[in-house]
């Protein structure tokens, strides 16, 4: 079931993204400012988040950090094979062909995004909805979100992949 939904949401991207973006879904020769934002992004969220939120969070949702390298490698083989599709490169290649305008499907994408980060925590054992931060780590997805779709838009799904593995290095530090 999964591998169905993928391939039709692979279908989605492929379909509309070059043809409303200009832009090739994936690209192999990436400008210096977008690889640059990309890894000096990656780099520095990886860190705040490891030692500013993760400490928290691990008390809180100690199942969403992984403990074993097996665990990480999951996490990472999930996280590029079909959380960027789901919440960034599908959303958006849908939005950008329902609006023909990348502006409001940027801002939507972003959107999706956030809403998916409430329902998660709103079906959580323990959500976080009530914990008093809960709008900073929102925010800060939210940037991370919009972010994903700037990356996605200027160099593609591997620039893309490439931040979130910087992002998702942080799990190494332990």
Known sequence: MVLLCSIALWGVVFAWHTEYTQRPVFTLKVAAWPLALATGEGLATAVFNHF????????????????????????????????????????????????????????LTVVFGLAVVVIREYRSLNPLLAEPCFLGLLAIRGAAQALSVYLYLRGGVLLVWWWELLLQSRYLLN
């Open 52 to 107: 500013a939120i993760d400490p928290w969070l691990r008390v809180k949702a100690p199942a969403d950090y992984p403990t074993t390298m097996e665990q990480w490698l999951a996490l990472n083989l999930l996280s590029l094979g079909l959380k960027q599709l789901f919440v960034v490169f599908a959303p958006f290649a849908w939005l950008v062909r329902l609006f023909g305008r990348k502006e409001p499907a940027f801002i």
